[in-house]
T-cell receptor, first 115, second 117 residues
Framework: AQKVTQAQTEISVVEKEDVTLDCVYE???????LFWYKQPPSGELVFLIR??????QNEISGRYSWNFQKSTSSFNFTITASQVVDSAVYFC????????????FGKGTTLSVSS | GAGVSQSPRYKVAKRGQDVALRCDPI?????LFWYQQALGQGPEFLTY????????KSGLPSDRFFAERPEGSVSTLKIQRTQQEDSAVYLC???????????????FGPGTRLTVL
């Protein structure tokens, strides 16, 4: 079965705090892709990153960083020095052969950053 | 260039009415996806088009849901005899990839929020 679990439903932090959003996935495929999307109040999902199953290098993009660990089937997302504009719902998603054309999303984590 | 657009942004329907939701993908994008997002949930796949061909409709919840993309650009999702459980945000996404999978980045529209009374 293809599944994405985001155990944290809501997280609240104060500006400048670091925050990590957890993502655990399940798949029997050896080739798969993992994604993070941001959904601000406007509604449209904004692509943040894509990672394939053969590339376990961690990635940093500005204040964002991602930690991919196949051993624990996790693809966690860290925001450093959070800002109010980071407030949104964040989704982790999985794509694999078994999932076909479907992108499998987790239920999302709502991040609230207060000033 | 312009992103994915959807119309209407909000739709209120009485139970039993038919509705039509429109999606304008990014120009030139071959692949088009529809998702349903219930309140507090992640998007769930409904159907996939490659150009005008509907290659996957495994996610459509019932035969009341119908999607088309007759000229390979604009797509319409139609829901017949709407029920209260159809209330959700309907998201459209497009991708430049021709691959019949979701491996590549999808660009999402703002969604249509459907409320069935």
């Amino acid at each position: 079965a293809q599944k994405v679990t985001q155990a944290q439903t809501e997280i609240s932090v104060v500006e400048k705090e670091d925050v990590t959003l957890d993502c655990v996935y399940e798949t029997r495929d050896t080739t798969y892709y993992l994604f993070w999307y941001k959904q601000p109040p406007s509604g449209e999902l904004v692509f943040l990153i894509r990672r394939n199953s053969f590339d376990e290098q961690n990635e940093i993009s500005g204040r964002y960083s991602w930690n991919f660990q196949k051993s624990t089937s996790s693809f966690n997302f860290t925001i450093t020095a959070s800002q109010v504009v980071d407030s949104a719902v964040y989704f982790c998603a999985l794509s694999s052969n078994q999932a076909g054309t479907a992108l499998i999303f987790g239920k999302g984590t709502t991040l609230s950053v207060s000033s | 260039g312009a992103g994915v657009s959807q119309s209407p942004r909000y739709k209120v329907a009485k139970r039993g009415q038919d509705v039509a939701l429109r999606c304008d993908p990014i120009s030139g994008h071959v692949s088009l996806f529809w998702y349903q997002q219930a309140l507090g949930q992640g998007p769930e796949f409904l159907t996939y088009f490659q150009n005008e061909a509907q290659l996957d409709k495994s996610g459509l919840p019932s035969d009341r849901f119908f999607a088309e993309r007759p000229e390979g650009s604009v797509s319409t999702l139609k829901i017949q005899r709407t029920q209260q459980e159809d209330s959700a945000v309907y998201l459209c996404a497009s991708s430049s990839s021709r691959a019949p999978s979701s491996y590549n980045e999808q660009f999402f529209g703002p969604g249509t929020r459907l409320t069935v009374l």
